[in-house]
């Protein structure tokens, strides 16, 4: 069975800086996808980025990139510039397609406060 | 406006209260799912409908009954809920072969009393 490990239940990180999300799974698939996914307080989760697994380069939307590391079974979330408004609590999930839906296992989250 | 949008917000219930939680998506999705989130454990998966036809039970209890009228609403009836059930439900969507992406809604805060 699939897991996924997010091992900092916390992180702080002053404006501006960079921060960087730890997530390791396991798994005995070959075809899969990763995720991040944000949710501020108190508002409705979404899509920051993602990665499939069958690609060698790593994932980047503006300021978010990913570090993938297929054999180490490693995907890190690197936040550049941080701003207030990513303070949130981000997911690592894993995916796999089954028959027309998403078979999600996600990790327990990491809640990260943005200082000012 | 989000696409997927939960009722109500937040509910308080007694162990032996019914209730129902609902959710209905404007996207156009096929698929539609129930998850539970609980303070410090990974969102569980509870339900998943795919164009109407229940797809994965994931070993609910059946204190938590499922309906999906159509593709576009999604509902979860509750009775005889335990405290332990005190939560927050999110419905989430999705369209067949696409990105891979879920589009949840805000999510109903469950308390059981």
């Known amino acids: 069975a699939q897991t996924v490990t997010q091992s900092q239940p916390e992180m702080s990180v002053q404006e501006a800086e960079t921060v960087t999300l730890s997530c390791t799974y396991d798994t005995s698939e070959n075809n899969y996808y990763l995720f991040w996914y944000k949710q501020p307080p108190s508002r409705q989760m979404i899509l920051v980025i993602r990665q499939e697994a069958y690609k060698q380069q790593n994932a980047t939307e503006n300021r978010f990139s990913v570090n993938f590391q297929k054999a180490a079974k490693s995907f890190s979330l690197k936040i550049s510039d941080s701003q207030l408004g990513d303070t949130a609590m981000y997911f690592c999930a894993f995916m796999k397609r089954n028959s027309g839906t998403y078979k999600y296992i996600f990790g327990t989250g990491t809640r990260l406060k943005v200082l000012a | 406006e989000t696409g997927v949008t939960q009722t109500p917000r937040h509910l308080v219930m007694g162990m032996t209260n019914k209730k129902s939680l609902k959710c209905e998506q404007h996207?156009?999705?096929?698929?539609m799912y129930w998850y539970k989130q609980s303070a410090k454990k990974p969102l569980e998966l509870m339900f998943v409908?795919?164009?109407?036809?229940?797809?994965e039970n994931n070993s609910v209890p059946s204190r938590f009954s499922p309906e999906c009228p159509n593709s576009s609403h999604l509902f979860l009836h509750l009775h005889t809920l335990q405290p332990e059930d005190s939560a927050l439900y999110l419905c989430a969507s999705s369209f067949d072969w696409n990105t891979g992406e879920l589009f949840f809604g805000e999510g109903s805060r469950l308390t059981v009393l």
């Open positions: 996207l156009g999705h096929n698929a």
């Open positions: 409908y795919n164009f109407k036809e229940q797809t």
